[in-house]
């Protein structure tokens, strides 16, 4: 078939229209655009990161892999789930650029700036599921500052386990004090919260609690029951939660005697970044007694943690203990601080 002049133009115009189609249809649907270090810009769409590679789609190169450490700005035009070293939950987020810097933006408006990416865990395009569990915690290891020629030693840590509906918490603390040669105190303490998320804020709660002291009185308390939670927020710069629970209640005394009761538990737990590489942190459980003895417990544990890598810190903590109406021979309060070192993962 021989095409004429006017054939053979409008047949090349429809080759040339179909092609910017078929070029067009290869472009992600939203754009997202990195600002490298050496100053280039790639645009394209964010996938996943993880261990510190972005997994980029481009329309020229297919899924490249960039190192976080040479990109100096994100912006997404898509929302990602995003989770934040030390972080136990994804959160949806976009990234913006503004003057060079990148800012998170969550579905609620709130703007934070993200100073070091490095502080970004884990980035994914698709809802992570509730299959995905999660592991993060801390330890911390440190010395008292008041008890003269004792040599006292002290630990305190978290483990958490989480998905995206289920959390469990691990907190555990120990103190031993010892004087020329002999273990004078000992005190043992841990506890177990159970989660279950109805929404963004609102969860169940089922906790449990075991402590031992030997030169107190009780010697042993252990609580358990449940109740409800709300997690006001958890973002990169702190968190806020409370809850409030019945328990069961018991307490053994060094006589051999022993009391059960109904009791009211409120928690609350609170942390913030102060600076850079200075964050503060609040954790409290009081125990009111029902009945007739109208008893309140409360156990409070607060620091200040300052940084020396992403995941070590030196760490000053006060612990505060107070019971209204102590046994015989008890005090009504009891306080300690300490400083040392804690490590994160």
Not at 3 to 9: A, E, I, K, P, T
Not at 14 to 40: E, F, I
Not at 167 to 178: E, G, P
Not at 208 to 229: C, F, H, I, K
């Amino acid at each position: 078939m021989v095409l004429s002049v006017d054939s053979d133009s409008m047949f090349f115009r429809l080759l040339r229209w179909l092609s910017c189609c078929a070029l067009l249809a290869a472009l992600p649907v939203s754009a997202d655009t990195l600002w490298l270090t050496n100053n280039d810009i790639i645009r394209g769409e964010v996938k996943e990161m993880t261990d510190g590679k972005l997994h980029f789609t481009t329309p020229w190169g297919g899924t490249v892999q960039v190192d976080l450490r040479y990109v100096r700005a994100l912006e997404t035009e898509q929302l990602l789930w995003v989770r934040m070293k030390g972080q136990n939950t994804f959160r949806l987020m976009k990234f913006d650029q503004k003057g060079g810097k990148t800012w998170m933006l969550d579905n609620q408006g709130n703007e934070t700036e993200l100073d070091d990416k490095q502080k970004l865990a884990r980035l994914l395009n698709n809802d992570p599921g509730e299959e995905q569990w999660l592991f993060s915690g801390h330890l911390n290891v440190g010395f008292d500052t008041e008890r003269g020629d004792e040599d006292e030693f002290r630990t305190s840590g978290q483990l958490n386990i989480q998905d995206r509906v289920n959390r469990n918490i691990i907190n555990w603390k120990t103190y031993y004090s010892r004087e020329d040669g002999q273990t004078n105190d000992r005190e043992f303490k841990i506890s177990y919260d159970y989660n279950r998320f109805m929404d963004e804020h609102w969860y169940l709660l089922g906790n449990s609690l075991w402590q031992y002291d030997n030169s107190e009185s009780p010697r042993e308390t252990v609580a358990g029951g449940g109740g409800m939670g709300y997690q006001f927020w958890d973002r990169p710069d702190g968190a806020l939660k409370m809850d409030i629970a019945l328990n069961s209640l018991w307490e053994n005394y060094p006589n051999d005697s022993n009391e059960q009761h109904m009791a009211l538990r409120w928690g609350v737990n609170y942390s913030q970044k102060l600076w850079d590489n200075l964050s503060f942190h609040h954790d409290w459980v009081l125990f009111r007694r029902l009945g007739g003895k109208k008893q309140w417990l409360l156990d409070t544990t607060t620091g200040l943690r300052l940084s020396i890598t992403d995941n070590l810190w030196f760490n000053l903590q006060l612990d505060f203990d107070y019971d209204n109406k102590p046994a015989e021979e008890s005090y009504r309060s009891d306080h300690s601080f300490s400083f040392g070192l804690g490590y994160g993962w």
